[in-house]
T-cell receptor, first 114, second 113 residues
Framework: GDSVTQKQGQVTLSEDDFLFINCTYS??????LLWYVQYPGQGPQLLLK?????NKGISRGFEATYDKGTTSFHLQKASVQESDSAVYFC?????????????FGKGTKFSLIP | DMKVTQMPRYLIKRMGENVLLECGQD?????MYWYRQDPGLGLQLIYI???????SEGDIPKGYRVSRKKREHFSLILDSAKTNQTSVYFC????????????FGKGTRLTVV
Protein backbone atom coordinates (compact mmCIF):
# COMPACT_ATOMS: atom_id res chain seq x y z
CA GLY A 1 0.00 0.00 0.00
CA ASP A 2 0.89 3.66 -0.08
CA SER A 3 3.40 4.85 2.49
CA VAL A 4 5.46 7.89 3.35
CA THR A 5 8.60 8.03 5.48
CA GLN A 6 9.76 11.13 7.32
CA LYS A 7 12.89 10.33 9.29
CA GLN A 8 13.85 13.71 10.72
CA GLY A 9 12.06 13.91 14.04
CA GLN A 10 13.50 17.26 15.01
CA VAL A 11 15.45 20.04 13.35
CA THR A 12 17.02 22.93 15.25
CA LEU A 13 18.57 25.89 13.45
CA SER A 14 19.67 29.45 13.95
CA GLU A 15 17.67 32.38 12.60
CA ASP A 16 18.26 32.95 8.86
CA ASP A 17 19.58 29.41 8.37
CA PHE A 18 18.40 27.19 5.50
CA LEU A 19 15.71 24.65 6.37
CA PHE A 20 15.47 21.37 4.50
CA ILE A 21 13.09 18.54 5.36
CA ASN A 22 12.93 15.36 3.35
CA CYS A 23 10.38 12.59 2.89
CA THR A 24 10.30 9.48 0.77
CA TYR A 25 7.16 7.87 -0.58
CA SER A 26 5.89 4.68 -2.08
CA UNK A 27 2.84 4.51 -4.29
CA UNK A 28 1.64 2.69 -7.35
CA UNK A 29 -0.08 5.74 -8.81
CA UNK A 30 0.98 9.21 -9.87
CA UNK A 31 1.52 10.94 -6.56
CA UNK A 32 0.06 14.09 -5.15
CA LEU A 33 2.38 15.12 -2.35
CA LEU A 34 1.56 17.58 0.37
CA TRP A 35 3.18 19.48 3.18
CA TYR A 36 1.13 20.36 6.25
CA VAL A 37 2.23 22.65 9.08
CA GLN A 38 1.01 22.46 12.66
CA TYR A 39 1.51 25.34 15.07
CA PRO A 40 1.25 24.78 18.84
CA GLY A 41 -2.32 24.21 19.98
CA GLN A 42 -3.64 24.05 16.43
CA GLY A 43 -4.60 21.41 13.93
CA PRO A 44 -2.46 20.84 10.84
CA GLN A 45 -3.04 23.15 7.90
CA LEU A 46 -2.07 22.77 4.27
CA LEU A 47 1.17 24.52 3.38
CA LEU A 48 2.03 23.25 -0.09
CA LYS A 49 0.96 20.77 -2.73
CA UNK A 50 3.17 19.19 -5.39
CA UNK A 51 1.96 17.04 -8.24
CA UNK A 52 3.59 15.33 -11.18
CA UNK A 53 2.18 18.15 -13.29
CA UNK A 54 3.81 21.07 -11.52
CA ASN A 55 6.82 19.43 -9.82
CA LYS A 56 7.08 22.38 -7.47
CA GLY A 57 5.00 24.43 -5.06
CA ILE A 58 5.77 27.75 -3.41
CA SER A 59 3.99 29.38 -0.48
CA ARG A 60 4.87 31.75 2.37
CA GLY A 61 8.59 31.56 1.49
CA PHE A 62 8.58 27.75 1.49
CA GLU A 63 9.31 25.69 -1.58
CA ALA A 64 8.38 22.06 -2.12
CA THR A 65 9.80 19.88 -4.85
CA TYR A 66 9.77 16.22 -5.64
CA ASP A 67 12.14 13.81 -7.31
CA LYS A 68 10.49 10.93 -9.12
CA GLY A 69 13.78 9.10 -9.58
CA THR A 70 14.41 8.81 -5.85
CA THR A 71 10.69 8.90 -4.89
CA SER A 72 11.42 11.69 -2.46
CA PHE A 73 10.00 15.12 -1.84
CA HIS A 74 11.44 18.03 0.00
CA LEU A 75 10.42 21.15 1.85
CA GLN A 76 12.86 24.01 2.05
CA LYS A 77 13.09 27.59 3.15
CA ALA A 78 16.05 29.86 2.58
CA SER A 79 15.95 31.91 5.76
CA VAL A 80 14.02 30.66 8.76
CA GLN A 81 12.43 32.87 11.39
CA GLU A 82 10.97 32.31 14.83
CA SER A 83 7.50 32.29 13.32
CA ASP A 84 8.39 29.17 11.33
CA SER A 85 8.68 27.12 14.51
CA ALA A 86 6.16 24.33 14.07
CA VAL A 87 5.75 20.68 13.21
CA TYR A 88 5.89 19.91 9.49
CA PHE A 89 4.20 16.83 8.06
CA CYS A 90 4.60 15.38 4.63
CA UNK A 91 1.61 13.52 3.26
CA UNK A 92 0.62 11.46 0.27
CA UNK A 93 -2.83 11.44 -1.26
CA UNK A 94 -4.08 7.94 -1.81
CA UNK A 95 -4.36 5.15 -2.39
CA UNK A 96 -5.57 5.83 -5.87
CA UNK A 97 -6.30 8.99 -7.78
CA UNK A 98 -9.42 10.80 -6.69
CA UNK A 99 -8.92 9.52 -3.18
CA UNK A 100 -9.92 11.47 -0.12
CA UNK A 101 -7.39 9.72 2.06
CA UNK A 102 -4.10 11.19 3.23
CA UNK A 103 -1.17 9.16 4.50
CA PHE A 104 0.98 11.28 6.80
CA GLY A 105 4.62 11.08 7.78
CA LYS A 106 5.52 11.19 11.45
CA GLY A 107 6.33 14.88 11.42
CA THR A 108 9.43 17.02 11.85
CA LYS A 109 9.51 19.51 14.70
CA PHE A 110 11.41 22.64 13.76
CA SER A 111 12.63 25.14 16.32
CA LEU A 112 15.23 27.89 16.55
CA ILE A 113 18.26 27.57 18.73
CA PRO A 114 17.48 29.66 21.83
CA ASP B 1 -15.40 31.92 8.49
CA MET B 2 -14.82 28.31 7.42
CA LYS B 3 -13.98 26.07 10.30
CA VAL B 4 -14.05 22.68 11.91
CA THR B 5 -15.14 22.79 15.54
CA GLN B 6 -14.33 20.11 18.08
CA MET B 7 -15.87 19.66 21.48
CA PRO B 8 -14.68 19.29 24.12
CA ARG B 9 -11.10 20.50 23.80
CA TYR B 10 -9.92 18.64 26.88
CA LEU B 11 -11.37 15.54 28.48
CA ILE B 12 -10.36 13.23 31.30
CA LYS B 13 -12.10 9.87 31.59
CA ARG B 14 -11.67 6.78 33.70
CA MET B 15 -10.82 3.47 32.11
CA GLY B 16 -14.00 1.66 31.12
CA GLU B 17 -16.09 4.80 30.70
CA ASN B 18 -17.71 5.68 27.40
CA VAL B 19 -16.39 8.68 25.51
CA LEU B 20 -18.10 10.85 22.93
CA LEU B 21 -16.11 13.32 20.86
CA GLU B 22 -18.10 15.69 18.72
CA CYS B 23 -17.13 17.51 15.55
CA GLY B 24 -18.92 20.00 13.36
CA GLN B 25 -18.08 21.82 10.15
CA ASP B 26 -19.78 24.76 8.50
CA UNK B 27 -18.49 24.25 4.96
CA UNK B 28 -20.98 21.59 3.75
CA UNK B 29 -18.05 19.27 3.10
CA UNK B 30 -18.92 15.74 2.04
CA UNK B 31 -15.92 14.02 3.56
CA MET B 32 -15.00 14.01 7.23
CA TYR B 33 -12.26 12.27 9.15
CA TRP B 34 -11.10 11.31 12.60
CA TYR B 35 -7.36 11.12 13.24
CA ARG B 36 -5.36 10.58 16.38
CA GLN B 37 -1.95 12.10 16.98
CA ASP B 38 0.65 10.59 19.26
CA PRO B 39 4.24 11.75 19.79
CA GLY B 40 6.54 10.21 17.22
CA LEU B 41 3.69 8.56 15.32
CA GLY B 42 2.25 11.43 13.36
CA LEU B 43 -1.41 11.39 12.37
CA GLN B 44 -3.18 8.08 12.07
CA LEU B 45 -6.55 7.74 10.36
CA ILE B 46 -9.25 6.14 12.50
CA TYR B 47 -12.32 6.55 10.32
CA ILE B 48 -13.35 8.36 7.17
CA UNK B 49 -16.90 9.35 6.30
CA UNK B 50 -17.87 10.05 2.69
CA UNK B 51 -21.31 11.40 3.59
CA UNK B 52 -24.23 10.73 5.93
CA UNK B 53 -24.21 7.07 7.02
CA UNK B 54 -21.34 6.28 4.64
CA UNK B 55 -18.38 5.50 6.87
CA SER B 56 -15.25 3.45 6.29
CA GLU B 57 -12.53 2.20 8.55
CA GLY B 58 -9.18 3.91 8.45
CA ASP B 59 -5.90 2.43 9.51
CA ILE B 60 -6.59 2.04 13.24
CA PRO B 61 -10.36 1.59 13.76
CA LYS B 62 -10.19 -0.96 16.56
CA GLY B 63 -11.79 0.30 19.75
CA TYR B 64 -13.63 3.14 18.00
CA ARG B 65 -16.88 3.69 16.20
CA VAL B 66 -18.36 6.69 14.47
CA SER B 67 -21.71 8.23 13.69
CA ARG B 68 -22.68 10.66 10.96
CA LYS B 69 -26.39 11.45 10.80
CA LYS B 70 -26.02 14.96 9.41
CA ARG B 71 -23.49 16.10 6.83
CA GLU B 72 -22.11 18.80 9.12
CA HIS B 73 -21.65 16.60 12.16
CA PHE B 74 -19.36 13.61 12.80
CA SER B 75 -18.94 11.87 16.16
CA LEU B 76 -16.27 9.53 17.47
CA ILE B 77 -17.30 7.06 20.18
CA LEU B 78 -15.07 5.05 22.44
CA ASP B 79 -17.01 2.30 24.17
CA SER B 80 -15.20 1.42 27.38
CA ALA B 81 -12.14 3.62 27.02
CA LYS B 82 -8.68 2.21 27.53
CA THR B 83 -5.54 3.92 28.77
CA ASN B 84 -3.84 3.38 25.41
CA GLN B 85 -6.52 5.58 23.84
CA THR B 86 -5.03 8.58 25.60
CA SER B 87 -4.17 10.85 22.70
CA VAL B 88 -5.01 14.02 20.82
CA TYR B 89 -7.91 13.47 18.44
CA PHE B 90 -8.37 15.58 15.35
CA CYS B 91 -11.48 15.89 13.26
CA UNK B 92 -11.13 17.10 9.69
CA UNK B 93 -13.19 17.69 6.58
CA UNK B 94 -12.67 18.10 2.85
CA UNK B 95 -14.98 19.08 0.00
CA UNK B 96 -15.09 15.77 -1.83
CA UNK B 97 -13.39 13.26 -4.06
CA UNK B 98 -9.78 13.95 -4.84
CA UNK B 99 -9.64 17.32 -3.11
CA UNK B 100 -6.49 17.53 -1.07
CA UNK B 101 -7.37 20.57 1.03
CA UNK B 102 -8.25 18.91 4.28
CA UNK B 103 -9.33 21.27 7.04
CA PHE B 104 -8.53 20.25 10.59
CA GLY B 105 -10.09 21.22 13.88
CA LYS B 106 -7.98 22.25 16.87
CA GLY B 107 -8.13 18.81 18.44
CA THR B 108 -9.41 17.19 21.61
CA ARG B 109 -6.88 16.08 24.18
CA LEU B 110 -8.27 12.90 25.78
CA THR B 111 -6.69 11.41 28.88
CA VAL B 112 -7.89 8.01 30.06
CA VAL B 113 -6.83 7.25 33.64
Amino acid sequence: GDSVTQKQGQVTLSEDDFLFINCTYSTTTYPTLLWYVQYPGQGPQLLLKVTTANNKGISRGFEATYDKGTTSFHLQKASVQESDSAVYFCALVGPGTGSNRLTFGKGTKFSLIP
Amino acid sequence: DMKVTQMPRYLIKRMGENVLLECGQDMSHETMYWYRQDPGLGLQLIYISYDVDSNSEGDIPKGYRVSRKKREHFSLILDSAKTNQTSVYFCASSPGQGDTEVFFGKGTRLTVV
